[in-house]
């Protein structure tokens, strides 16, 4: 069971934090700490919670015993463990443990964990594949990587946040496998807005098209998640563009580190950066299909 009467703290309450923290609260934890860039956020969020809104991630840790982080990308991260930051996690870093949970580079994942065992921390990466609704729920799908004694120190609070919490191996490992699953997922959504744009322009009936996909080879997990809304324009974000395009560029360097070619990825990274360039990297992935659609042309993408 999980230590209820441990602090915890946010670093990062966007729409995946900000649930996670209120799915943790409504299971008896004790929130003590949030903290954003989006200050908004985090003092609204910490009136709901009743917990500290706070100015810098050092505070965080500072009252925490346990910080889970939820930022954007690398440079988020590093920002938030630089080194001789009095602002920083670093500077509590002793006898705390940080839960790390963004899509980063493998590497990064095991230079925090150096750095914050020189303080006296512990350091666990927690990488998600389940999206807000999921994290409201407890339902995430997690993947864990670091020192094993510490993932089955987290284990009773993880399981608080998912229903499968699997443990990959060393800090980085996760972080690869979390890296291949958005390359593989981001391919497939742009095959499917692919497939569905051709089925508009060849006037088939679109919701009769999905059932064919859905029970024939052309079946998939971002048909049942994204089909519905490329269909309908309707693309409130979950998973934004910019998001995917980070992700698949993290697997294709990945995969230049041993060699491969993987043209496939590399063509639909090219099409979330067409959406970036355009202004739409905010909208969710499935926003790929405005490039594909008929009489969807990029100056017509939604706001």
């Known amino acids: 069971m999980a230590d209820t009467q441990a602090r915890i703290g946010f670093v990062g309450v966007g729409r995946m934090g900000a649930n996670m923290a209120r799915r943790l609260k409504e299971r008896g934890h004790r929130i003590t700490a949030v903290q954003d860039q989006q200050t908004d956020a985090s003092n609204s969020l910490s009136q709901e919670l009743g917990s500290e809104a706070v100015v810098s991630p050092a505070r965080v840790a500072e009252i925490s015993d346990i910080v ?20 920083g996690l670093l500077a509590y870093a002793n006898n705390r443990l940080f839960i790390n949970c963004a899509t980063l580079t493998p590497t990064l ?28 729920e407890g339902t995430l799908y997690l993947m864990c990587g670091g020192k094993q004694d510490v993932f089955n120190r ?6 608080t946040l998912g229903t499968k919490v699997r443990y990959i191996g060393a800090a980085g490992e996760a972080a ?24 508009a322009a060849l006037a088939i009936d679109l919701t009769l098209l999905r059932e064919v996909f859905s029970q024939t080879g052309a079946a998939s997990r971002v048909l049942e998640t994204d089909g519905e809304d490329m269909q309908l324009r ?12 980070k992700d698949s560029a993290i697997a294709l ?21 067409r959406l970036i360039e355009l202004g739409k990297g905010d909208l969710d992935k499935s926003s790929v299909a405005e490039l594909t659609f008929p009489e969807r042309t990029p100056s017509r993408l939604l706001p």
């Open 68 to 87: 889970i982080t939820v930022v954007s990308d690398d440079a988020a991260m590093r920002e938030i463990y630089a080194e001789q930051d009095p602002a």
């Open 109 to 136: 994942h095991i230079d925090i964990e150096q750095a914050v065992e020189r303080h006296g921390g512990s350091t666990l990466e927690v990488c998600m594949a389940s999206s807000i609704t999921q994290a409201r």
């Open 154 to 159: 987290a284990l009773p609070l993880l399981e």
């Open 176 to 199: 690869k496998v979390k890296a291949l699953v958005n390359m593989v997922m981001n391919s497939n959504t742009a095959a499917l807005a692919e497939g569905l744009g051709l089925g």
């Open 234 to 245: 309707a693309h409130d974000c979950y998973f934004s563009a910019a998001h995917a395009a």
């Open 253 to 273: 360097d990945l995969a230049k580190l041993v060699g491969l070619s993987l043209p496939l990825a590399q063509a639909t990274l090219s099409q979330y950066q």
